[in-house]
Structure formats: structure tokens, C-alpha cells
Antibody, heavy 122, light 112 residues
Framework: EVHLVESGGGSVQPGGSLRLSCVASEFPFSHYWMHWVRQTPGKGLVWVSRISGDGSTTNYADSVKGRFTISRDNAKNTLYLQMNSLRAEDTAVYYC???????????????WGQGTLVAVSS | DIVMTQTPLSLSVTPGQPASISCKSSQNLLYSDGKTNLCWYLQKPGQSPQLLIYEVSNRFSGVPDRFSGGVSGTDFTLKISRVEAEDAGLYYCMQNIQLPYTFGQGTKVEIK
């Protein structure tokens, strides 16, 4: 079964940085687009970013564009989210998710990791 | 951005009874390939979301057939024919036709 394990969350002051990681297993990682989605009690689920299987294409939500960078290392089956200039409103549980990526299901988020909590506060 | 509006925001259901959740999109979710890109997730307490339904009415692998999805225009519906205790949690609709993908606010289903 698809396995996604996030790490790297924690507490950070406004303006600080964090890098989230997500180790994937039980599927051919390089063949799949991947997304980050975050969840807060107030705003619910919010899509953050996505990256193509080879890493050449990335997209971002307007709220994080210019501050967050999504990347991947296919040799390590690992997805990353570098978060800079963090703000209080970035406080959330961040989920690593897989895109189905097939010809009949491209764009569909089918599996989620367990999430990692990022808390931005002074 | 496409706005997804769910109703109701909470629901209390007796086991064995049906339940229905609605989700309305602000734009048409019909893609050029003829598919409609609307899906449903269930987040059980203390867990991450899990995919239930995709393309309006297709059940994901392992999802019981008591779950079904439908559409009328831009109004989407998730139905549970006979609610079981394990169905408790937060249900979300999501559109995946256009970036940024957007979710409904969530519907909390409580089992009486």
C-alpha cells in the first residue's frame, strides 16, 4: 500500500524557515506528480503546491508563491517543501499527497500522508 | 478561484439511516475529456483525509457501496445509504479541474 511519511514540522518564529520532507514508498515515486495540502481549523483544507514526476513543472497557491519552494529527489523517493518568510497564517498541518497521475485520473489526489504540524508564532 | 460550498456543515445520523451532503461549485467542473472533476474525501477523527469518490460518482478502491455520488448541474451530492458508526468524521468535496484546487468547508457527520 502507498506510504507517505512527512517530517520537518515544528515551531518557528515569524520570518523564519522550515523544510518539510516526505518519504514515499510502495509505488514508483518518479512516475507520480505530488502535492502539498495544508489544513487549519479556521480555513479547512487548502491546496499549497504541486510538482511533476521529473520535477520540471511546479505550481503554487498565490498565498505562498515566492516564499515556498517544492522540490523532489527521485533517487531518495523524497518530496520537499522549503518554507521561507513564514507568517502566522502559515500555521497548519501540512500533508504530503500523491496525484493519481494516470491517463484516466491525472490531477486526482488519491493518497495522503499523516501530516506534520507547522506552528509560526513569536 | 473556484468556490466550493458544502451544506449542511454538520449532520447527526442514526445508524442504519441514510445521509446526504451537498456541494455546490461556483463554476462548471466538466473537463474537455467529458469527465467532471469533483471528488469526496472522508477525514476520520485523528486521521488524514481518505479518498471516497472521484469524478462525481466513482468509488475509490475499497470504498463500500453504501457510498454514492451524483450531480445536477453544478450541485453535487454524496449519499450514504445506511450510515454505520465507522462513517463518522469530516466530509470534504474538492474540485480538481483548475488550480488552485479548492475544497468545501467540510461537513461533520456525527453518529447518534
Amino acid at each position: 500500500e502507498v506510504h507517505l511519511v512527512e517530517s520537518g514540522g515544528g515551531s518557528v518564529q515569524p520570518g523564519g524557515s522550515l523544510r518539510l520532507s516526505c518519504v514515499a514508498s510502495e509505488f514508483p515515486f518518479s512516475h507520480y506528480w505530488m502535492h502539498w495540502v495544508r489544513q487549519t481549523p479556521g480555513k479547512g483544507l487548502v491546496w499549497v503546491s504541486r510538482i511533476s514526476g521529473d520535477g520540471s513543472t511546479t505550481n503554487y497557491a498565490d498565498s505562498v508563491k515566492g516564499r515556498f519552494t517544492i522540490s523532489r529527489d527521485n533517487a531518495k523517493n523524497t518530496l520537499y517543501l522549503q518554507m521561507n518568510s513564514l507568517r502566522a497564517e502559515d500555521t497548519a498541518v501540512y500533508y504530503c499527497t500523491r496525484d493519481c497521475s494516470g491517463p484516466s485520473c491525472w490531477g486526482l489526489i488519491d493518497y495522503w500522508g499523516q501530516g506534520t504540524l507547522v506552528a509560526v508564532s513569536s | 478561484d473556484i468556490v466550493m460550498t458544502q451544506t449542511p456543515l454538520s449532520l447527526s445520523v442514526t445508524p442504519g439511516q441514510p445521509a446526504s451532503i451537498s456541494c455546490k461549485s461556483s463554476q462548471n467542473l466538466l473537463y474537455s475529456d467529458g469527465k467532471t472533476n469533483l471528488c469526496w474525501y472522508l477525514q476520520k477523527p485523528g486521521q488524514s483525509p481518505q479518498l471516497l469518490i472521484y469524478e462525481v460518482s466513482n468509488r475509490f478502491s475499497g470504498v463500500p457501496d453504501r457510498f454514492s455520488g451524483g450531480v445536477s448541474g453544478t450541485d453535487f451530492t454524496l449519499k450514504i445509504s445506511r450510515v454505520e458508526a465507522e462513517d463518522a468524521g469530516l466530509y470534504y468535496c474538492m474540485q480538481n479541474i483548475q488550480l488552485p484546487y479548492t475544497f468545501g468547508q467540510g461537513t461533520k457527520v456525527e453518529i447518534k
